[in-house]
């Protein structure tokens, strides 16, 4: 009988680590994410450096943890990092990211000042391509953390995908923004995607009274 490849590298101790991590079983996974739900800041962003939970750690530049005010009322939530994100370590430094800033300073915030930034994915995904499930299973656990250790008084979703991670929902977004949601006792409020915005600039008048809306949130304390 020829035993399969990967089975005598696994006995031998020779199959590539990252291998044996995306093949964890469910029961790993939930001790995982209960270990990271545990972390101070220092140990999250350093797991989310180190991270090879699942196959974008490959390809990656380094992983995007998220920036900003540790203490803020205000966390931004994105999707992913893109090519100068992936290049720089940081969340929304690319064009959409100056769209973002743009928003913010609209509102009288800024970047780090009473604001954190972060995305539903560390990493990268190669060519910006969509998150598969798996990817945002075994990211998750990173953005719940930051969300526990923040205590943001406001959520803002950009775009489609970060909004129905939050809220486990496939509605579209058109369907989501304009009104306030809940997660776990913080007021979420979705609005479209900078990215997107840069594409139909003419939805920036929708994206604006969804700025509004966050803000009048945080100003009556809901
Ligand atoms: N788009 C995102 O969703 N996040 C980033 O950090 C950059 C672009």
Known sequence: MTLPRAMILKELGLWPRWRLREER???QEEGRAQTVARMDWDRLTHAILQCTGCVLH??????????????ADWLVV????GAEEDARGEPFVGQAGRLLDAMLAAIDLARGEN???ANVLKCRPPGNRNPS??????????LLRQIELIRPKIILALGRF????LLGTEDP?????????????????ASYHPAYLLRSPGEKAKSWEDLCLARRVLAQGR
């Open 25 to 27: 079983p469910p029961e």
């Open 58 to 71: 490959q390809t990656r530049t380094q992983a995007v943890p998220g920036a900003g005010d540790r203490g």
């Open 78 to 81: 994105g999707e992913a990092p």
């Open 115 to 117: 604001v954190y930034i």
């Open 133 to 142: 499930p798996e990817e945002v299973a075994a990211c998750l656990p990173y």
């Open 162 to 165: 970060a909004i129905q991670v």
């Open 173 to 189: 977004i058109g369907r989501l923004r304009g009104r306030v949601h809940d997660f776990r006792g913080i007021p979420v409020v």
